[in-house]
């Protein structure tokens, strides 16, 4: 009789102890303190037991009872208090929010954005590059021979011995055909770094985009249909481009292009880009046949297409930091 009632006691707490509802609670509860349960059938048979027996076993009955009102009383204040948290919303929705401050696209990056976008419709790829370079990558490489005069517009900053600063994105297209064979069709834009004193058209840092198309029978043709394309894409259908002879060390033909396009409600000429025929001397460095291979190349600044796009006359604006500019895009 002893036995069966600590057995009772040992299985009541372990179940009311994984019990996790208040109908189960309420279901256990009947189970052992019910005038079915299992508690009142093994008192009820204490009237079986010989006289002596009874005191002992009658008090150990009343624990065992105790015991369990003790255990479902804890039980059920527990899962009542968790069931109160549920059911109080995890913060004060009547205090006031915290206002986030929302950033915007700086101006050069959705320039850079744009014409990224631009030339991948039409199947460019972008690449991109160290900006602190080796001067055979920004200079020789290009055909800008040392002690030659055309270097000195590019001439820039030197880090150490033959490490420099890269004055335009150029290397990143010399690094791409010394590892790639054609086609090519690359664009690569990024930040350059020239001797240039800081004035309302000039930095010595500043972003360019430049791109590259090389293949077994590129044309100037290709060059004028591609650089038209694009400047529809970015100017309306309606802009017309003109293309005047030029000089890079790099192209051969060299040609600026301008177009004609509406700004500030104005339609008039703009010098917006260089490009050119890629030089020979550009393809025996990187081990192209320049008999077989032939492409064209551009490169133009975005800060200049900022300037155009939003209309202000300074570009040191940019990175003049001052909210009240950056707030009006
Ligand atoms: C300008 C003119 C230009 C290129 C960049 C180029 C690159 C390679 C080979 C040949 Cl790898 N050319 N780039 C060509 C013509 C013009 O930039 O005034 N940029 C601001």
Redesign the pocket.
Known sequence: MQDELTRLRDEALARIEAVSSLEDIEAARVAYLGRKGALKEATARLAELPAEQRPDAGKLANEVKTAIQNALAARQQIIARARAQAARPAFDITLPGTRRTLGREHPLRRAEAELVEVFARLGFEVAEGPEVELEYYNFE??NIPAEHASRDSFDTFYIEGDVVLRS???????RV?EQRQPPIRIV?PGRVYRPDTPDATHSPVFH?I???VVGEDVTFADLKACLTLAMRELFGPQTETRFRP?F?P??EP???VDVYAEIGGQRRWLEL????M??PK?FEA?GYDPERYT???????LERIAMLRHEFPDLRELWRNDLRFSRQF
Do not use: Y
């Open positions: 490489a290009l335009h994105t150029s290397p990143v297209q010399i055909m690569a360019q430049e791109g590259l030029s890079f790099f192209t060299s040609a600026e880009l260089g490009a050119g890629v030089h550009v990187v492409g064209f190349a551009f490169g133009w600044g």
